[in-house]
């Protein structure tokens, strides 16, 4: 059972800048590493991906202001969030997929005051 810590969430203005975190209690070097996000009464959406071979991919409404990487020596993958947007404010939740399995954070909230 892998377990997954997030961390970096908070209150920001919009405009302004957050940086997440999340850190697994074993090697992601094998996994797919990605962020969701769950704002009230909504489903859970994608926010962006990266691979294990450090592909990437964002959902059309956070590219160019969000950016994930990873660090394998850390087990840590981080999502840096840039101009963010009262619509950016939801539970953001990490997810690691190994393909037959998934697991996923207790998530951190963001708040984007306008």
């Known amino acids: 059972q892998v377990q997954l810590v997030e961390s970096g969430g908070g209150l920001v203005q919009a405009g302004g800048s957050l940086r997440l975190s999340c850190t697994a209690s074993?090697?992601?070097?094998?996994?797919?590493m990605g962020w969701y996000h769950q704002a009230p009464g909504k489903q859970r959406e994608l926010v962006a991906v990266?691979?294990?071979?450090?592909?990437?991919n964002y959902a059309e409404s956070v590219k160019g202001r969000f950016f994930i990487s990873r660090d394998n020596a850390k087990n840590t993958v981080y999502l840096q969030m840039n101009m963010l947007k009262p619509e950016d404010t939801a539970v953001y939740y990490c997810?690691?997929?190994?393909?037959?399995?998934?697991?996923w954070g207790q998530g951190t909230q963001v708040t984007v005051s306008s």
């Open positions: 997810n690691a997929d190994l393909g037959v399995r998934r697991w």
């Open positions: 074993e090697s992601i070097f094998r996994m797919s």
């Open positions: 990266i691979t294990n071979g450090g592909s990437t």
